[in-house]
């Protein structure tokens, strides 16, 4: 099948006609029109620094239900000690951008203008952080962690997270889940499979059927606005 390329209006194609490895379509801009209507059909970029914007429908689908993510044994061992304090979107811009530090070295899809766009669906109250802080010199406290995603009705697209310190990201995660399960959201996109995710109770799903899961979970009255 041959990838769509996108014109000026933020218009897709039919998921179904994603190539086998889940390429859609090619070009366009990360305007915040564009990115919603993305989204809101099932589609995300992905691509590296100096290439086209590519637009991607994976099948299967990576899906974490919030009520069902599993604490590793280790991990709620080393919950219980407290390392970390955890806020959400106290530093948004600074975890996105440590996302994407931390991928340079083998490419990263966040760019300048990815993050630029996020920044600006942050400040919407539609793109949200969670923050895992450390105790730095001085009794100062550091951003050791965290993870950032869009949230649109009641489903939360994960887009990335990152570390310093260990466990730091996966305690992160757990705060996530729970601030999703108190919010009233269903659905976690993972977008593809990861042994880290499955750890934590991901699994795939056809994309059909993650489709008509997103339509629902757009359905639901969740307000946009920051999490405190």
């Known amino acids: 099948m041959p990838i769509f390329q996108l014109t000026a209006e933020p218009v897709f194609p039919p998921v179904a006609l994603a190539e086998p490895e889940g390429i859609l379509a090619v070009g366009g801009d990360l305007s915040l029109r564009r990115l ?30 919030p009520h069902g993510l599993h604490i590793p044994k280790s991990l709620a061992k080393t919950m219980r000690k407290t390392p970390f304090s955890i806020t959400c979107d106290r530093a948004f811009p600074q ?24 920044i600006q669906l942050h400040r919407l109250g539609l793109a949200h952080s969670v923050e895992a802080w450390g105790m730095g010199e001085n009794a100062q406290p550091i951003l050791v962690g965290g993870l950032y995603g869009l949230a ?77």
Request: net charge positive; proline share 6%.
């Open 36 to 65: 919603l209507t993305a989204y809101s059909e099932g589609i995300f970029p992905w691509y590296s620094r100096g290439e086209p914007i590519l637009w991607w429908s994976p099948d299967p689908r990576l899906v974490l239900d």
């Open 95 to 118: 975890v996105i951008r440590a996302c994407g530090q931390l991928r340079q070295k083998n490419g990263t899809w966040i760019t300048h203008d990815l993050e630029k766009a996020f």
């Open 152 to 228: 649109l009705g009641g489903i939360f697209f994960g887009e990335s997270m990152f570390h310093v310190r260990p466990e730091a990201s996966k305690i992160a995660l757990v705060h996530l889940a729970r601030q999703l399960q108190a919010r009233g959201f269903t659905l976690i996109d993972c977008q593809m499979k990861t042994d880290h995710l499955l750890r934590f109770g991901a699994y795939e799903i056809p994309r059909a059927l993650f489709l008509t899961r997103l339509q629902e979970a757009l359905r639901l009255p969740i307000p946009a606005g920051l999490w405190h």
